[in-house]
């Protein structure tokens, strides 16, 4: 890190400055550092805002190991977790900058990265054994159970397993054929053949087998571990799959035999707030002795939102239904049947169900409700098809995604569904017993077949237990139709076109994310765009803790330290960017094709259109690489078409796609001449992306990028920040009124976003840029301005159209 023109005082000799990762912190940094070190100690939590470069991955992971390594405290790791790769990335560089610089008598700070199966199971990564990315959980799963039972009660053990796989690929290295062929990944080869070995005709996994002959009969799973990874520093991934694959052992394996014991534990959110995770791999991690850090805090809400909303599609219904039936027809025919093979999965179905408290009625009556959900949520699809979409059965290719409420979305009621329910004399019984009813059809056809694998049943019966029990207050149900196309299904069938989903959104989730963050010992908070505080604490449950727990809460906002005249930054006082002014990008032959001509006719038929059009071409003429941040991917098609006939640089368009083609896009924006990229305020390039240095100099964002807000959904979450927060609805909320539901829930969001693209600007002392918003509600005050919801308004200059494109060439000629 660069010595800043005001640097902390180094007097203190504080324990933290020996983890510190640079020679000298800013003065946010210190001040942030002791800060949560103070307040954790107290069991508190810091909410900390800091300016894009402002170190706070570093200030957070320094007063979290401080805390680990002081005998004084209780903290025992930290859990860092993080929304964005990019972050991830970011954790592990300063944690190796940290091992890097500590003092001599001091060892490494121990650490890891929480990655999924597919990510470190080394026939997935190679594509090899008969697994790939659609079936590695299973396929895994049924190994692991294979590899047990091969070890279980029979003369094998998991030492032979592993010599035989062992002397397998010796073999085929002596049988002159070629050579031995072994399995590599993460450039380190195993000991092991690339195909699937087998024992007694059975396949099994060598590199689990390993770590079952390594695992103790009592004791820690850690001591399976082959390597000491107390003093290898970090490891991520790649180190990890590196160093199990070189002993033969599972590193997803090795993974969770560490979890406990690493100092520093680097993950998504999911890993904390993901019941099904938490429940099965780091719920251990979850306690009092951990120092947690939540990065891009900003996203904590939605993120948890999603984690602890509930869907069940209408083929993984069909996919239950099926299993039931599995489970309960041998049984009804196995008295009219006299085949032993029939008789004996009877008997085996019977003593499962002795074994548990389910019986056959109870499965034949779940069977039979959701043979009647799917007629109901079929009868449900096909009314809405045929009063939105008229002729709909001829143009399946047509149909859009669609929600269809189940009540009212600004009226907490009870749903359409469970209504239904009830009429036909499904009452709670069923609903609640599914989940466990579920659990014991998947445990038959696991033993029956021999063969783990994901059952549908356990998770229908889980959302369909939720379903009952969740409220209709927070809680929004609704089907959700998602294109997809299923060309086995018939002809004139909505089946074939969709999937129907039924989906309950938990609409505010502060309760969910405080009960978890209630767990930690305490910890920080922190984004570029948190402000306002005050309604981050809300909607988090922060402010729950501080005063029903008695836990202090702590709130600090970092400006930008860097040097005030290397950058520029306007408000542009343009009509609004809303639907109502702009209309829809023009798609008609001879209005636009995103090029050419037509293109400038187009938007000069609409003023607002055009007066957007001119400022994102002055800002893009703007030297070196500029971002331009629109409100969704069809306003960046038209921008984008606007600016190829406007500007003397390439102009690239970011689009909804996967992970390997946006970093294809990035790289090529990075590379060769400067270039303007063209994205959406929702995408992935204006979040967690490195800019750093000369890959941005400019960035503008059109437009306050509020979501649809006539989604049934939309108005569902509204309705109920509103009734727990104050607002225009409900019983005026209980937590305060000075904001509405639409303020908490869409508006202060939406700025979130666009400040994180423009945040991409300057990220250093020495980086020189410009930052531009347009629309009149970032420029002036008035009922629906969002100028008070900018930390550093005063630095964003209002401005009229007319005059952007003197303060830009101003800025420029005193930077060059």
């Known amino acids: 890190?660069?010595?800043?023109?005001?640097?902390?005082?180094?007097?203190?000799?504080?324990?933290?400055?020996?983890?510190?990762?640079?020679?000298?912190?800013?003065?946010?940094?210190?001040?942030?550092?002791?800060?949560?070190?103070?307040?954790?100690?107290?069991?508190?939590?810091?909410?900390?805002?800091?300016?894009?470069?402002?170190?706070?991955?570093?200030?957070?992971?320094?007063?979290?190991?401080?805390?680990?390594?002081?005998?004084?405290?209780?903290?025992?790791?930290?859990?860092?977790?993080?929304?964005?790769?990019?972050?991830?990335?970011?954790?592990?560089?300063?944690?190796?900058?940290?091992?890097?610089?500590?003092?001599?008598?001091?060892?490494?700070?121990?650490?890891?990265?929480?990655?999924?199966?597919?990510?470190v199971c080394p026939y997935n990564r190679e594509g090899a054994g008969g697994i790939d990315d659609e079936n590695v959980y299973d396929r895994c799963e049924d190994l692991r159970d294979r590899t047990r039972g091969l070890t279980g009660d029979g003369p094998t053990t998991a030492?032979?397993?592993?010599?035989?796989?062992?002397?397998?690929?010796?073999?085929?290295?002596?049988?002159?054929?070629?050579?031995?062929?072994?399995?590599?990944?993460?450039?380190?080869?195993?000991?092991?053949?690339?195909?699937?070995?087998?024992?007694?005709?059975?396949?099994?996994?060598?590199?689990?087998?390993?770590?079952?002959?390594?695992?103790?009969?009592?004791?820690?799973?850690?001591?399976?571990?082959?390597?000491?990874?107390?003093?290898?520093?970090?490891?991520?991934?790649?180190?990890?799959?590196?160093?199990?694959?070189?002993?033969?052992?599972?590193?997803?394996?090795?993974?969770?035999?560490?979890?406990?014991?690493?100092?520093?534990?680097?993950?998504?959110?999911?890993?904390?707030?993901?019941?099904?995770?938490?429940?099965?791999f780091t719920g251990a991690l979850l306690d009092d002795s951990t120092f947690v850090v939540c990065d891009e805090a900003h996203m904590l809400e939605p993120r948890v939102r999603d984690l602890v909303s509930e869907a069940v599609g209408d083929r993984t219904l069909r996919d239950a239904e099926t299993e039931l039936s599995r489970v309960i027809q041998p049984i009804q025919f196995d008295e009219g049947d006299g085949r032993d093979n029939a008789r004996a999965d009877a008997d085996l179905i019977r003593v499962e169900l002795e074994d548990s408290d389910v019986t056959l009625s109870e499965l034949q009556s779940t069977r039979e409700f959701i043979k009647d959900l799917r007629d109901e949520l079929d009868r449900r699809v096909t009314a809405h098809l045929e009063r939105e979409h008229r002729g709909w059965k001829a143009n399946l290719n047509d149909l859009p995604d669609e929600e269809i409420p189940l009540r009212d979305p600004e009226t907490p009621e009870e749903d359409d569904i469970s209504e239904w329910a009830e009429r036909e004399g499904y009452g709670g019984g069923v609903w609640v017993r599914a989940e466990t009813v579920g659990a014991v059809v998947a445990r038959i056809l696991n033993e029956a077949e021999d063969e783990q694998k994901q059952r549908a049943a356990p998770a229908v019966g889980r959302v369909l237990g939720e379903w009952y029990r969740n409220g209709h207050t927070n809680y929004f149900r609704e089907i959700e139709l998602e294109r997809t196309w299923d060309s086995t299904e018939p002809d004139g069938s909505w089946r074939r076109a969709y999937n129907a989903s039924l989906s309950m959104h938990n609409c505010v989730p502060s309760d969910a994310i405080g009960e978890q963050l209630a767990e930690f010992g305490g910890g920080v908070l922190m984004?570029?765009?948190?402000?306002?505080?005050?309604?981050?604490?809300?909607?988090?449950?922060?402010?729950?803790?501080?005063?029903?727990?008695?836990?202090?809460?702590?709130?600090?906002?970092?400006?930008?330290?860097?040097?005030?005249?290397?950058?520029?930054?306007?408000?542009?006082?343009?009509?609004?960017?809303?639907?109502?002014?702009?209309?829809?990008?023009?798609?008609?032959?001879?209005?636009?094709?995103?090029?050419?001509?037509?293109?400038?006719?187009?938007?000069?038929?609409?003023?607002?259109?055009?007066?957007?059009?001119?400022?994102?071409?002055?800002?893009?003429?703007?030297?070196?690489?500029?971002?331009?941040?629109?409100?969704?991917?069809?306003?960046?098609?038209?921008?984008?078409?606007?600016?190829?006939?406007?500007?003397?640089?390439?102009?690239?368009?970011?689009?909804?796609?996967?992970?390997?083609?946006?970093?294809?896009?990035?790289?090529?924006?990075?590379?060769?001449?400067?270039?303007?990229?063209?994205?959406?305020?929702?995408?992935?390039?204006?979040?967690?992306?490195?800019?750093?240095?000369?890959?941005?100099?400019?960035?503008?964002?059109?437009?306050?990028?509020?979501?649809?807000?006539?989604?049934?959904?939309?108005?569902?979450?509204?309705?109920?920040?509103?009734?727990?927060?104050?607002?225009?609805?409900?019983?005026?909320?209980?937590?305060?009124?000075?904001?509405?539901?639409?303020?908490?829930?869409?508006?202060?969001?939406?700025?979130r976003k666009a400040r994180q693209a423009i945040g991409r600007v300057i990220r250093g002392p020495e980086e020189v840029g410009v930052r531009v918003f347009v629309d009149e509600r970032y420029a002036r005050d008035s009922w629906d301005s969002v100028r008070e919801y900018l930390p550093d308004d005063d630095e964003f200059q209002p401005v009229s159209p007319d005059m952007l494109s003197l303060g830009l060439d101003r800025f420029w000629s005193s930077v060059e």
């Open 159 to 280: 030492e032979a397993l592993t010599a035989d796989a062992r002397s397998q690929q010796v073999g085929l290295a002596d049988s002159g054929s070629g050579g031995a062929t072994y399995l590599e990944t993460a450039d380190s080869p195993s000991p092991y053949p690339e195909g699937m070995p087998e024992s007694e005709g059975t396949e099994y996994c060598p590199f689990y087998a390993q770590y079952l002959a390594d695992l103790p009969e009592d004791g820690d799973p850690a001591e399976a571990v082959p390597f000491d990874f107390t003093a290898a520093g970090h490891l991520t991934p790649e180190d990890l799959v590196a160093r199990a694959v070189e002993h033969g052992t599972c590193p997803h394996s090795m993974m969770g035999a560490m979890l406990g014991h690493a100092e520093v534990v680097v993950g998504n959110y999911y890993h904390a707030f993901d019941p099904t995770t938490t429940g099965s």
């Open 527 to 751: 984004s570029a765009t948190l402000e306002p505080l005050d309604v981050f604490a809300e909607v988090t449950g922060l402010r729950h803790i501080e005063h029903e727990e008695d836990r202090p809460v702590v709130e600090r906002t970092y400006g930008l330290d860097f040097p005030a005249e290397n950058r520029e930054s306007f408000a542009v006082d343009a009509p609004k960017f809303t639907y109502q002014n702009r209309g829809s990008p023009p798609s008609e032959p001879g209005q636009t094709s995103g090029e050419g001509p037509d293109q400038r006719t187009a938007d000069e038929s609409n003023q607002t259109r055009q007066t957007y059009s001119d400022a994102i071409a002055e800002v893009a003429r703007s030297p070196g690489n500029v971002l331009v941040g629109m409100p969704n991917y069809a306003e960046a098609e038209w921008a984008a078409g606007s600016l190829r006939e406007r500007v003397d640089k390439p102009v690239l368009i970011d689009e909804s796609s996967g992970d390997d083609a946006t970093e294809n896009l990035k790289d090529d924006f990075f590379a060769g001449e400067s270039k303007v990229l063209v994205t959406s305020l929702r995408g992935t390039l204006t979040e967690g992306v490195d800019y750093q240095g000369d890959k941005l100099r400019a960035a503008v964002v059109c437009g306050v990028p509020i979501i649809n807000t006539a989604s049934p959904r939309t108005r569902a979450v509204r309705t109920a920040y509103d009734r727990e927060f104050g607002g225009g609805s409900g019983d005026g909320g209980s937590r305060g009124a000075s904001r509405g539901g639409f303020e908490y829930a869409l508006t202060i969001p939406a700025v």
């Open 1 to 119: 890190m660069p010595d800043a023109a005001v640097i902390a005082d180094d007097t203190m000799g504080a324990t933290w400055r020996d983890v510190f990762g640079h020679d000298h912190p800013y003065d946010d940094q210190k001040d942030g550092i002791e800060t949560a070190v103070e307040t954790a100690r107290d069991g508190g939590f810091v909410a900390l805002e800091g300016a894009c470069g402002t170190g706070k991955t570093m200030l957070a992971l320094t007063a979290g190991i401080s805390l680990v390594r002081d005998p004084d405290s209780d903290f025992e790791r930290v859990v860092a977790l993080t929304s964005v790769k990019q972050q991830l990335r970011q954790f592990e560089a300063d944690m190796r900058t940290i091992n890097s610089n500590l003092p001599d008598d001091h060892r490494s700070v121990s650490g890891l990265t929480l990655v999924g199966k597919a990510d």
